[in-house]
């Protein structure tokens, strides 16, 4: 089973800044890594497919890069809708598919 | 639109049984794999099952192997988890997804529904 983990667990962060979050996974997962937005109450959001491709209407803020076992989501300019809890998502090696533990993002 | 809504859930006594259905519509269905994937309280994101499209495929998370039975209707556009011997640690809210296949992503996602097992 590939672990993912992700850093920090929370990230404080003042409205119109840039958020950076950390995911890593031990082994190669190659591209096959995917960002999604989780707001209580609501259907997870998938953000990020293939590392760094936008999903479908998700804004240009939203940006991915890595490959292998590092990955990085960057949110460009927080707005207060984007406050919420981000989780990555490896589906090269399955199953079982296997999730980071969550970074929440809060305002600082 | 794509909609995933799922529903069944809620509280039972450990041992028993409940089964969560996922209705979908505004896409292929039959064409699209499902998972479920559940968030216990207070913790993340747990892949619990997966069925192939043509239910040909299924697999399941260690936690629940033996006790769940994943299954699906595309006739009727339902997705099915059918839980027994619940357990207090099964206490979460269970979401489902849809997936093209191997190599994607789960694209879209349900609301959820909450099971709580407890005495």
């Known amino acids: 089973e590939i672990v993912m983990t992700q850093s920090p667990d929370t990230l404080s962060v003042s409205p119109g800044e840039r958020a950076t979050l950390s995911c890593r996974a031990s082994?190669?997962?190659?591209?096959?890594l995917a960002w999604y937005q989780h707001k209580p109450g609501q259907a997870p959001r998938l953000l990020i497919y293939?590392?760094?491709t936008r999903a479908t209407g998700i804004p240009a803020r939203f940006s991915g890069s890595g490959s292998g076992t590092e990955f990085t989501l960057t949110i460009s300019g927080l707005q207060s809708e984007d406050f919420a809890i981000y989780y990555c998502?490896?589906?090269?090696?399955?199953?079982?598919?296997?999730f980071g533990q969550g970074t929440k993002v809060e305002v600082k | 639109e794509v909609q995933l809504v799922e529903s069944g859930g809620g509280l039972v006594q450990p041992g028993g049984s409940l089964r969560l259905s996922c209705a979908a519509s505004g896409f292929n269905f039959d064409s699209y794999e499902m998972v479920w994937v559940r968030q216990a309280p207070g913790t993340g994101l747990e892949w619990v099952s997966r069925i192939s499209a043509g239910s040909s495929w299924t697999s399941y998370a260690d936690s629940v192997k033996g006790r769940f039975t994943i299954s699906r209707d595309n006739a009727k556009n339902l997705l099915y988890l059918q839980m027994n011997s619940l357990r207090a640690e099964d206490t979460a809210v269970y979401y489902c997804a849809s997936y093209f296949g191997s190599g994607w992503p789960f694209d879209h996602w349900g609301q959820g529904t909450l099971v709580t097992v407890s005495s």
């Open positions: 293939g590392a760094s």
């Open positions: 082994q190669s997962v190659s591209s096959n």
């Open positions: 998502q490896q589906y090269n090696n399955w199953p079982p598919w296997t």
